[in-house]
């Protein structure tokens, strides 16, 4: 089967993009229901090429034949790794052996990385440094957590393109290469959802990036990231969303998050849903069970409120809820953010205090407290919590 395809994006750079349908789940946690590309871009220069970035382990006898029918009887001479997560650099060792005589560059960071992770050695490059290679520049540009810690770009500077890494990039395989060629709005929720699961952690340093990348943007014509479409016409509205989703900002908007292994509790969501649908701008509703992670995390990312509502399992909460409040923690994305909270049961246990516990990892500010009403909430338990649901939306106006 083929994987890997090849479109030049302008005459001297190709892109060469691996459409992996196969993985299920993205780092092994998120959900990738439509696939994931791994691009890498090939410059050409007079007599020699530059290879920036690769492809996962399992894609290398295709990727390095990819780049044996291009290249040619032409020179490798480096090998540029942004980052070293192995979607990326999975391939790097194969690479080098096929191509003895070039030279990867990466930073100090990336190369004790590589030592570790492959035992391969590197030339470190600097930021600010411009690296020839015959006539055409490539000024490394260093920005470390976007979003490991050894991350560089590279600004290609004859033809102006600024090649991102995993910064501006998304989820979904697909053969389409450009920005304009798809329904923007649409494929912006895969960009967010990449960024809610991949990216949003180090929202503080990304800021500070995104300050640096915006020092550049006047001369930066395409935007080539890691995964995801080419940028041409939207750059700079993806950017704004960057710095949007990195500062949380809320839209007056309420997710609910919530679980039901039979049926019960969601009759409970629908009314809750029924009565904030006449009070709110926006109200979405995540199964945490069914739902993608990357997608309900990124629900959450720009709702200013938060309604948890969630079973009991043999004493204690719902394992999924548990999972997703875990990710929310690790990814920081509570910070700002208010919560009604309520859990069913039938027979008891401390669903409530794990609650009230991860809300607090979380960085969620709890109003009132974590309601337990019995799995068949009756009219009365419903009014009650209705009570709290009203001054989150009071909150919000
Ligand atoms: Fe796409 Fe951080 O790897």
Redesign the pocket.
Known sequence: MQNIKTRKITEDVTLITTLDKSTKKFEEIWEISSGIN?NAYLVKDKNSYMLIDSTKNKFSEEFIETIRNIVKDNELKYIAVL?T?P??SGTIRKLKEKFPKSKIISTRTASSFLKSMFSIETEVVKDGEEIKIDEKEVKVIELPWI??PDTMMLFLKDERILFS??AF?AFGARELVFDDEVKFEEYLKDVKSYFAS?VSKYRQMILKDLEKINQLLDNVSVVAP??GLVLKSRIKEIIRNYESWSKLESKKKITILYGSMYGITEEFVSEIKRYLEEKVNEVKVCNVAREELGSILSEVMDSYGIIIISPTYEGNLFPPMSYVLDLLSIKKLGNGKIVCAVATKLWGGVAPKQIQEKLSECGFSLLDKVYEFSNYPTKENLNLFLETVKKLVDIGK
């Open positions: 791994y980052h997560e979607d990326h979003h490991w890494s995993d990039g991949v890691a995964h």
